[in-house]
């Protein structure tokens, strides 16, 4: 596994952390939620990372039967170029994504650990949607030809960091009590307003990294 390879999973790591609804989820159960703060919190992300590293795994699984008959196939001018496209095409789209307006996050409609774990479903099905990151980092390891105990690890580090913002914000929490509790208001109604700029940065972000990953070949 090369250094490249893990630099690369990492920027898109780091890109996933810019979640408008986890975070956001987060940021209300600070404002909100006096008793049971972190139990409930822990649940929450436990299930959003939990979601997306079972999908994570189900493609990888996937992705490497497929890729036994087909293993040159990836490797092809023809595929290369439709990878480029792709990413030409999302690099593109980034710069039409709508930037202004507020968008409705999910909030949870009562505080019970079953309403947590709901809450993580939904979601971590509202934004599997639109992870460009991590279904790109997933074809990266892919096309790597990864085995499991090399891609296993590098996807839980993936999951790890993509809930690693809320996690800090707990911290803070726990730090400076009700000191946080502008910045988090603040915090709230920013991700409110900018979810489409966030988008922004991830199409096209995600899309110079496959325009890159497909030169080799092309």
């Known amino acids: 596994?090369?250094?490249?390879?893990?630099?690369?999973i990492g920027?898109?790591?780091?890109?996933?952390?810019?979640?408008?609804?986890?975070?956001?989820v987060t940021v209300y159960l600070l404002l909100t939620e006096t008793k049971h703060l972190a139990s409930r919190l822990l649940i929450y992300l436990l299930t959003v990372a939990g979601f997306y590293f079972s999908v994570g795994v189900m493609l990888m699984l996937g992705m490497g039967v497929l890729l036994e008959s087909v293993a040159s196939l990836f490797q092809s001018r023809v595929v290369s170029w439709v990878i480029f496209i792709i990413g030409v095409g999302l690099f593109i789209a980034s710069f039409y994504?709508?930037?202004?307006?507020e968008r409705e996050l999910p909030r949870p409609k009562s505080k019970s650990r079953f309403s947590m774990v709901a809450l993580g479903f939904t979601t971590a099905l509202v934004e599997v949607g639109t992870a460009f990151p991590y279904f790109a980092a997933i074809g990266l390891m892919t096309t790597a030809d990864l085995i499991p105990y090399q891609w296993l690890p590098v996807m839980a580090g993936y999951n790890f960091i993509m809930?690693?913002?809320?996690?800090?914000?707990?911290?803070l929490y726990l730090l400076f009590g009700r000191m946080m509790h502008r910045p988090l208001e603040q915090l709230q109604m920013r991700i409110a307003k900018s979810s489409g700029?966030?988008?922004?940065?991830?199409?096209?972000?995600?899309?110079?990294?496959?325009?890159?990953?497909?030169?080799?070949?092309?």
């Open 197 to 218: 700029s966030a988008l922004s940065w991830v199409l096209c972000i995600v899309g110079l990294i496959l325009i890159y990953n497909s030169l080799d070949y092309l």
């Open 11 to 24: 920027g898109l790591a780091l890109l996933d952390t810019l979640s408008p609804a986890t975070i956001g």
């Open 97 to 101: 994504t709508p930037q202004k307006g």
């Open 163 to 171: 809930v690693l913002p809320p996690l800090i914000l707990y911290l």
């Open 1 to 8: 596994m090369s250094i490249e390879l893990l630099l690369s």
